[in-house]
């Protein structure tokens, strides 16, 4: 079995730099639409955790014995059908991700591991005053890359224990676009997220960001697996003038023009906002973690 360590370009707004990506065995053409994109979000700047996050992008903070994106890629890479990782980031912290993606290279290598290629995509902004918005960021990745394959869209900024591969599998057999909720019945922490009502089956009835007045307990987070064909809606939300701030506000938009479903996972999320929060999950990430 051989390996082998591909460099591919960045893609972004101002120049040409170089992205580490990790070369896996090719896999076969399962046909379109059955292979699998997975772009993790982290364009972000993280001020809430000044002075942690000033000169390190979020993802990149250590948990433990390795870093959040690792936690998430890890999770990723559970799912065969994957063929490519991307990592959407800003000028400011692309050579950052980049040597993560070449330090996790080479400890793939070391080990003896087959993962999917990674690439970094530097969006070219530079603080908040420019930056394009998560549901932005997806749309220029999806124009950059001209992806024309499902994706798999996840927050690089949170750490979560439910398993990618229980919602893969739902979103295979479902064949809808596919979000994942977690019971939460604070109703103070659900006025901060997404939350749904849906039916018996998993179909989303009704959606909003941030309600003033939750309708249920089933709050969504920020993982999200779209169908190929409804990549282009994306295009649409932000061309009818639609905030790109949020990834939650695209599905909240979307379900309202076709199916989204429901992924009700057993586990946690765990949003790192404050530095003091940042500490007690490093204090005690094995029992939040269960690792």
């Given at each position: 079995?051989?390996?082998?360590?591909?460099?591919?370009?960045?893609?972004?707004?101002?120049?040409?730099?170089?992205?580490?990506?990790?070369?896996?065995?090719?896999?076969?053409?399962?046909?379109?639409?059955?292979?699998?994109?997975?772009?993790?979000?982290?364009?972000?700047?993280?001020?809430?955790?000044?002075?942690?996050?000033?000169?390190?992008?979020?993802?990149?903070?250590?948990?433990?014995?390795?870093?959040?994106?690792?936690?998430?890629?890890?999770?990723?890479?559970?799912?065969?059908?994957?063929?490519?990782?991307?990592?959407?980031?800003?000028?400011?912290?692309?050579?950052?991700?980049?040597?993560?993606?070449?330090?996790?290279?080479?400890?793939?290598?070391?080990?003896?591991?087959?993962?999917?290629?990674?690439?970094?995509i530097d969006d070219g902004t530079t603080d908040d005053s420019n930056k394009l918005g998560a549901i932005g960021d997806i749309q220029f990745v999806i124009d950059q890359l001209k992806i024309d394959e499902d994706m798999m869209i996840i927050a690089g900024d949170n750490l979560f224990t439910y398993k990618l591969k229980g919602m893969?599998?739902?979103?295979?057999?479902?064949?809808?676009?596919?979000?994942?909720?977690?019971?939460?019945?604070?109703?103070?922490?659900?006025?901060?997220?997404?939350?749904?009502?849906?039916?018996?089956?998993?179909?989303?009835?009704?959606?909003?960001?941030?309600?003033?007045?939750?309708?249920?307990?089933?709050?969504?987070?920020?993982?999200?697996?779209?169908?190929?064909?409804?990549?282009?809606?994306?295009?649409?939300?932000?061309?009818?003038?639609?905030?790109?701030?949020?990834?939650?506000?695209?599905?909240?938009?979307?379900?309202?023009?076709?199916?989204?479903?429901?992924?009700?996972?057993?586990?946690?999320?765990?949003?790192?906002?404050?530095?003091?929060?940042?500490?007690?999950?490093?204090?005690?990430?094995?029992?939040?973690?269960?690792?």
């Amino acid at each position: 079995m051989s390996f082998s360590v591909k460099m591919v370009k960045i893609l972004h707004f101002r120049s040409s730099k170089r992205s580490v990506s990790r070369a896996s065995e090719s896999r076969k053409d399962v046909g379109k639409g059955m292979k699998m994109i997975a772009l993790i979000l982290a364009a972000g700047y993280a001020t809430r955790l000044y002075p942690l996050t000033i000169n390190t992008p979020k993802p990149l903070l250590p948990v433990g014995p390795k870093a959040m994106i690792d936690y998430i890629t890890d999770e990723i890479e559970t799912i065969p059908d994957v063929n490519k990782i991307v990592i959407v980031t800003n000028h400011r912290f692309a050579d950052h991700f980049n040597e993560w993606a070449e330090s996790r290279s080479e400890k793939d290598l070391a080990e003896g591991r087959i993962a999917s290629p990674i690439e970094v995509i530097d969006d070219g902004t530079t603080d908040d005053s420019n930056k394009l918005g998560a549901i932005g960021d997806i749309q220029f990745v999806i124009d950059q890359l001209k992806i024309d394959e499902d994706m798999m869209i996840i927050a690089g900024d949170n750490l979560f224990t439910y398993k990618l591969k229980g919602m893969y599998d739902f979103f295979r057999e479902t064949g809808k676009d596919t979000l994942v909720s977690i019971r939460v019945d604070d109703v103070e922490q659900l006025k901060k997220l997404a939350v749904a009502t849906i039916d018996e089956n998993g179909k989303v009835e009704y959606l909003a960001e941030k309600p003033k007045v939750p309708r249920s307990n089933v709050a969504i987070y920020a993982t999200y697996m779209y169908l190929r064909e409804t990549l282009p809606m994306i295009r649409q939300y932000l061309d009818e003038g639609n905030t790109p701030d949020a990834p939650g506000h695209f599905p909240s938009w979307l379900y309202t023009r076709k199916d989204v479903y429901v992924y009700r996972a057993p586990g946690n999320c765990i949003d790192i906002g404050t530095p003091e929060n940042y500490k007690d999950v490093c204090d005690n990430y094995q029992e939040i973690l269960g690792v």
